[in-house]
């Protein structure tokens, strides 16, 4: 690895590790899980943000990747990664696949990924991205999330990349009894939580709010062709 890009990648790490530290009053999470900052060091994010933007590549922030999608800060990334508490084993749906780095890593982390994006162009680009990149693990398709990917359900975990004015009940069907869901939500005052859910054996969804995020909506499925 370039020294250069060495040290990009440290900087940032530590930037997790502060901000891990200075959240953990609302997250519950003092650090960053060695898993996640690993899976970090071996992603190379600049490969997922537009050439115009590779001098922010490690940056702690989010950049623009057209289409009116992002790539999420790497903070934010991190944290809600490690709040779906992955195994090797465990089979991850995403919803909003965007650029794929988000995907990288839980390819990274998971047994199986199953990534939906709304916007064709970016699952493709997605898709052929991943798959150049050697992450056989994970499948991306074009479609409306909010539908989920019914028939390789039940899930261990689901990730929602997007914000939501509610939790879409098909994947909540979706995810398996003790499954952890993390998604941001609308809160009705401009301004969106990131929720936790976890499944109950009866099948209710216990949530509870994690942090004020911010987001791009949740494309509904009115607004899919």
């Not at 990288?104 to 994006?117: D, K, N, P, R």
């Not at 009894?177 to 499944?199: F, S």
Request: net charge negative; aromatic share 6%; charged share 25%.
């Amino acid at each position: 690895m370039h020294e250069q890009r060495r040290k990009y990648i440290q900087a940032l790490i530590d930037t997790l590790k502060r901000d891990f530290r200075e959240t953990a009053g609302s997250t519950g999470l003092d650090a960053p899980d060695p898993r996640i900052l690993e899976a970090i060091r071996q992603v190379p994010r600049d490969r997922f943000v537009p050439e115009r933007s590779l001098d922010m590549a490690w940056e702690n922030t989010a950049l623009s990747i057209g289409y009116g999608q992002t790539i999420s800060q790497p903070y934010v990334v991190a944290l809600m990664t490690q709040l779906l508490e992955l195994t090797p084993e465990s089979r991850v749906l995403e919803i909003g696949t965007g650029s794929g780095y988000q995907a990288a890593l839980l390819g990274e982390l998971a047994g199986e990924v199953y990534s939906i994006e709304v916007v064709p162009e970016l699952a493709a680009q997605a898709k052929t991205r991943l798959e150049e990149m050697g992450y056989g693990n994970v499948h991306v398709r074009a479609g409306n999330g909010r539908l989920g990917w019914p028939e390789a359900a039940p899930f261990d975990a689901v990730i929602v990349t997007a914000a939501a004015e509610d939790i879409p009940e098909a994947l909540v069907d979706q995810l398996r009894p003790g499954g952890r869901m993390v998604i941001p939500v609308n809160t009705g005052w401009y301004g969106q939580d990131l929720v936790l859910g976890i499944k109950g054996e009866d099948g209710e969804l216990k949530t509870r709010s994690i942090l004020a995020v911010v987001f791009v909506p949740l494309v509904g499925k009115e607004d899919v062709p």
